[in-house]
């Protein structure tokens, strides 16, 4: 298979997955404020788990939303980088722009990163290994990007 359409697969799931963490957080975010309805389903719960994760510390509720908005903000910024990546053109035709790819994973990885050091942080182990998970993926999807045959062909120049 040619590396562009799959890097381009590659970089549009997340693309995709990031929109939808980040839509089901917001949402989330929304039936917290009572914007949406009670049955409203199209929310992460993420909310709730970070009332419990930092009630540990008893970290007052108005530093917990601050937290939240920013994770929010954080995903939100992660899939426009996707999307920016995938819209990107590189070197041969179909390539992506190295320099869009990128930032769009070091935004990732940087929130993941910081999800598993907040949760040694807060003792959170149940969830820790879902973060290292998704931030081993997204590492395991940047070296498919870069370093599978055909790859370095887009030049990392401004983008």
Not at 74 to 79: C, D
């Amino acid at each position: 298979m040619p590396r562009a359409p799959l890097e381009r697969l590659i970089v549009g799931f997340w693309a995709a997955w990031f929109t939808l963490v980040f839509l089901t957080n917001l949402c989330d975010a929304l039936n917290a404020l009572g914007l949406v309805g009670e049955g409203w389903k199209f929310a992460s719960g993420n909310w709730a788990l970070l009332l419990q994760t930092t009630g540990i510390y008893r970290v007052p509720t108005p530093i917990v939303v601050l937290l939240f908005a920013g994770v929010v903000a954080w995903e939100g910024l992660s899939a426009l980088l996707m999307w920016s990546a995938l819209g990107s053109r590189g070197g041969p035709p179909e390539a992506l722009r190295a320099s869009a790819v990128d930032r769009a994973f070091t935004a990732a990885l940087g929130l993941f990163a910081a999800f598993a050091l907040a949760d040694e942080l807060f003792i959170a182990y149940h969830i820790e290994g879902t973060h290292l998970q998704v931030f081993l993926a997204l590492v395991a999807s940047l070296l498919a990007v870069r370093l599978l045959p055909g790859a370095g062909t887009a030049p990392r120049g401004r983008g």
